[in-house]
């Protein structure tokens, strides 16, 4: 659930923005062949063709059977079928056998989509605009909602073909940059009162407008001293942790991380293959298929767990006393020092879903002029990786879910799951701002997700 | 593993049938869509896709790399993605992880298919006839493989529909008989000393000169005087079980299929959806989609555990006082009794999947000419429903299973199976013979099982 | 792990604080059978022979072999049995199997007991007062480590007990206070910028004097403005929540929290019986056996899910609108204002183990002169139930655990647990201070824990 | 169930043999501390005190509840606790969760004996001769149902004893012989038509007088030719079967017995510890605690998965071709040729609990005048360990379990067991008979366990 500032935009330019964003979900599943789109290899994974159909059933259920006159269903079966986990909105199909049905077919999922969307269009064509904020709002959630199944669908088809030995290709490689980017710096972050949150006015890019539920209410924090690592932890960085028996040592770890190394026989992040499997170099699954390691880019597809240990262990180690992983009031205080201004369009810097790599970049050098060292400055808060921050996902003070089955989209699941903050480049560009938080459980790793180290002084 | 007895069969013979079982395989997947093709709904039952490319696997492997100079594979990483078992064979994919490989596609496996007919056609073209007995008997074997699987393929797919909430039909119902089948009546088997298992000569027919290793050694037994059913376990009969609180009553079953009943949460047979589910009345997924019961029909997709609580109940309830399941011989040398001479083409009498009904039909009414009733005799002992015997899977006396990789076929799952005998509407007709041994675990259902019972005398 | 202020306790005192703990540890034993002392009815629960030494390996792990010259152990095949969790001390025995070892006897245990009771008394007897504040410190941590595993002691027999058909007693029930404490009322809580975590100095009592690592560092937080309620939910009141439907009704729970009541069969509080099952009446299991419900006493044994969904529910049901738990950091702010000079010997005002009442009574009405009513106050914030935070148990700002086994204590446990605070009638009463933070699962309800409301302001 | 003989032993030699009996189950008891009375170290194993409590029930419930005249429990509340299995007999208590039960204490369960003990002698005292055939039936029955019960607290003891790291022992180790068996020599067994099951009259001595249900109904098999091996398979050949890499060859193991090898990864038989671990030798640990393995004794503690195994293997290696597990049949045939006026007092040759040595000794090298070497005999027919035979328990042809309680005797575990024949050294000597059949799953290896050898000729 989300809450809009007091002027939503004009009629046109969400319809413009809807069919923007339908049409991006289904530019994602150019290179799928029919039977891609079936497959759920683990629960947490749904099936292309669920996305796809689940998303469309959210504009029918919160849009058209709310708000349209006269609309039916385009199947009165589907609504079991794709209602993902609103309990308020009625029964719905076992999360864990969504990958059992070979029905509706993609053809039909497709055409289900298209019945929506028309039935959309002329819904947005005949809204007056002046009497329906409240109908943007949840038009803007729907949008935000199919930007989130935008970035499942990509991590979840790279799930599902790791786990094929023939380990299929989504699709070939964008060049990455190569540099190295540097030893780790610290950058200060702003402290002591400091207000975090949705701010529905005054700070805000006109892209800020909108934000989720669980981004408010806006409110102060005293934040004592700290500094954050100028970029991400590299591959490199993470290669070191695991020569150093990173996964055999328990006093690195957190007991229930240290239970799940040892339960899933966790030796490196996941997606690592160590040599010998399928050559003699360190390689790792990629939407490309099999890369080698490149040890300058950021290291990603690593659990809450494993991005803990690895502060401890860079404390330990010496690699960088006193590290951990910042709050997520610390990354959010400094990351809006580099969001305002720097885009244009008002929207993240930092590589996205847009850029089209879909794999994280090593961080660009400083740029100095002259051939001078630049100062440091902080590098990839947007976009590349998540970025797991210490703190656990729970309400903001004075947050109460709304009413219905809407109030289910965040709130109920503030308990035992970790905020992330930044994007990744699986993440809509546009989807992102500076109070965005994003959640999943410690162990997860099909996400892309990665770490960055603070320091309290 | 199988012995042929000392004349094969000509290579023209093979190839014809050769040619004949694999069409018939592509012939049963006509009504699928290609996503159908995809899904594992649970461990024992494999995607369409996987059969398809399995039984193929398997001709690739025991035939052609073995004995067709210089063949090479036709995709060096399938063998792993298909292989069934057999570790001899080399290592293999996870059986529960089938449904979790979209590629290759189904075009793919069609290819794979038509790539390895074309190099067994040439290889059988080129077969020198009076050398190879050993290959006759391989291919022999990689037949009746697939005719299992052919079974497996109509089985796995009507599971596949059935936990899918659109509940698709696999094709309309063809017309069944509608006859009262009338009251159970016994039939004395043949008793005393018996030979049973596979003869390799003199008593067989020419369709009885292949069989698999676990039919054999060909050896005597004691049957004490016996009679059998006349026909199989109506749905009628079922239903009264059901009434009078079979599910309900652990006294009428084995200590684990109460268990199971209790962990499963059965009330009723398999397929079966009481009134007020989505009707008024009984009905049960069929591949012609929800139907309702009809009394008349045998009951089918039973487990041991049921067949075996119906037995008990039958004798306690008066239905059939002293009843029983039979053993495996009994069956057997019943069964002989009305297998010789009934069949033009030397095949069982009884409906297979041949006939294109695909779900168990009433036992036609004992004939009798001028109006008056026939004398009673053994109905549906072949085709309908695989009969439940009282008999674990064991090996018969002097068995020993082949070495190497196809001794694998039988031999090592002769524990915690029960056997059944028959064969069923989804069992090709040519596939079967009197000494023919199937076999699964007691809970299992999704197959066409029933029941046929027996009384000692 | 802990930190001592910097004049620590004189060794005579630290001596005569070990015998009346450890006293205190095998009093809590008296009504005990030898059978009841062998048994684990769950992994969270150990058995009390258990508790007894591993209580007393702690001493010769940490103190003795560490630090007493020539000491030698007890039985060198016990730190392998009684070893928890320190994976830096050494290998140990599965905990899901304490209750499998009938071996040692209690009498064993008993005998190992006293003689690392006679080895550290001789220990501290020539210890060098002047030299050995790290000794000191280390001992601390010993007492209020088995003061720790005295409430687990109390808690996990009454678990043990209440899954027992024949329900047996720990003790008889001492008489409870019976009055209604009046409805809930709102106390304004400190806010703005306020300090929490343990206070070296200052502002601290004598008990303050120990702290354990996970208490500090001493920080700021802003704390927007807030009230507490004036007293724990009773009995009655989440009666009311369990007649509303309040165990039935997803849209009141986290979504991990609904799954654990469908999984769990919830309908009430643990312990919690229905009319029917053996009275007529509500009743619920104590450590004097089946009890009628007090609506007037707190609630307990809830966990954190029932916690919350009742905070929920007092919301929307206009309970209490706008409630909420409170956060950790409210909690503390707010019941430093009780503590200081509210009792004459430093420690905690409330209800704790050594009132001997072992079930939380109802809160007493507040005190006021010539009958007129009192001003609401603040009641029952140390003792009784544990009261559930809002807060997920993490580490402070700027905490890092001490290196060695001792730094396990209480940092590789900050994932996935919520904090409690306050004490329950289970704890020691010297072992609360406003600081302390218990923390458990969400689901966890065998301990003494109940629920305190707050709102925003 | 069972079925006597029509003549019933006489009221007075019931009484001394019920005493003779019920004092024997407590000599058992005598080494063992409380503690050990009262753990439960897997499902399968029960703790001592529910023993000792649940053969108290068995009288209470079959004799004295049924036929003394006002007899009344001794605790109407330890039905519920002491009833095993027998649904009929009303709701009980959770088989996993017998040792989760501190109270009854052991002092209670030894008064609770008693009281039935008296209460029996008094009941038997008052019996009537004459009329009362079917009370001295139940009477056997439950004299042989205790003496299974003293069985199973000996290998129950025993496993709990061996998952205590302090590897206790039960009592200390009488001397073994020590020679060498010789090599496996074959005897033939009696062929053709053979008669098995227990025969009520005519070639039974008077032990055979009593018998259980699932003796009968005695009837004819025929049995094609075969041989036994003189004597049970030892130690040094399973140890061989082991450096042969018999527990990892897949191709020696049924199916689901490579499945077990592999989920619980078992390298060696049960209760055996490679060098390396505790000592630089192999050992095993047994009922006087870990003792050096002894070439000469014969393997026990075996799976029905290994000796399948074992005798796949030795049949592949040559050490006996065709070999393989003798039926349960063939061995019945055989075993009776050994039976009949070996005994004085016409109960089973060999060595039973009543020995006292509690492990499996040594064949006797055959006996041979005058330094001559004997001719091959038939040895360990009875008693060392059970032999795991290749049949699966299942219902002789006729058999229907007695309605009641009591019918759930046997009947119900028929299915996914094997049968094992000849008792061990746990078993009563009195409790034996040719046709008694022993029954357990084929993963089970706590009991004494182990191979006897037979090939066809």
Chains 1, 2, 3, 4 share one sequence.
Not at 13 to 20: I, S
């Amino acid at each position: 659930m989300s809450v809009l500032s007091p002027s939503p935009p004009a009629v046109g330019t969400l319809a413009a923005r809807f069919r923007e964003v339908r049409a991006q979900t289904e530019r994602l599943c150019e290179p799928l062949a029919t039977e891609d789109y079936v497959v759920q290899a683990m629960t947490d994974v749904s099936p292309t063709k669920w996305h796809l159909a689940h998303t469309t059933w959210f504009w029918e259920t919160f849009v058209l059977s709310e708000y349209a006159p006269g609309y039916t269903l385009h199947d009165e079966r589907y609504p079991f079928l794709f209602n993902s986990y609103y309990v308020q909105a009625g029964e719905r199909h076992c999360r864990a056998q969504r990958g059992y049905l070979s029905r509706p077919t993609v053809e039909q999922v497709y055409a289900y989509r298209e019945a929506v969307d028309r039935a959309m269009e002329a819904f947005l064509d005949a809204l007056d605009e002046a009497e329906h904020p409240a109908i943007a709002d949840v038009i803007e959630v729907g949008l935000h909602h199919e930007q989130q199944h935008q970035e499942l669908m990509v991590t979840d088809i790279k799930y599902v073909f790791s786990v094929n030995p023939l380990r299929p290709a989504y699709r070939e490689r964008l060049r990455q940059p190569a540099a190295d980017p540097g030893p780790l710096r610290w950058i200060d972050g702003p402290s002591g009162v400091q207000t975090v949150g949705f701010a529905p006015d005054g700070n805000a890019t006109s892209r800020e407008r909108f934000h989720f539920d669980n981004e408010g209410p806006q409110h102060r924090v005293y934040l004592e001293p700290y500094a954050l690592a100028d970029r991400l932890v590299t591959v490199g960085e993470m290669m070191r942790f695991v020569e150093d028996g990173g996964y055999e040592r328990p006093e690195l770890w957190l007991s229930e991380g240290w239970a799940t190394v040892q339960e899933e026989g966790w030796t490196c992040p996941f997606y690592w293959e160590p040599p010998g499997v399928n050559s003699d170099r360190w390689e790792h699954f990629t939407l490309a298929g099999m890369r080698d390691l490149d040890p300058h880019e950021p290291v990603t597809h690593v659990s809450f767990y494993e991005a803990d240990a690895f502060a401890r262990w860079a404390h330990h180690s010496g690699l960088a006393p006193g590290a951990r992983l910042p709050t997520e009031a610390e990354w959010e205080a400094a990351a809006r020092t580099v969001w305002s201004g720097t885009t244009a369009d008002g929207t993240a810097p930092g590589s996205f879903v847009d850029a089209g790599r879909l794999h994280p970049a090593p961080a660009a050098p400083p740029a100095g002029g002259d051939g001078a060292p630049a100062p440091p400055s902080l590098r990839q808060m947007y976009g590349e990786a998540w970025q797991w921050t210490a703190s656990a996902y729970r309400p903001y003070p004075g947050y109460h879910a709304a009413p219905g089955a809407l109030g289910e989209y965040n709130g109920k699941f503030m308990i035992n799951q970790m905020v992330l903050r930044g994007g990744s480049v699986a993440t809509p560009k546009s989807h992102i701002r500076p109070s965005y938080r994003n959640f999943f459980h410690p162990p997860a790793t099909w996400q892309f997700t990665g770490i960055r180290l603070a320091v309290s002084i």
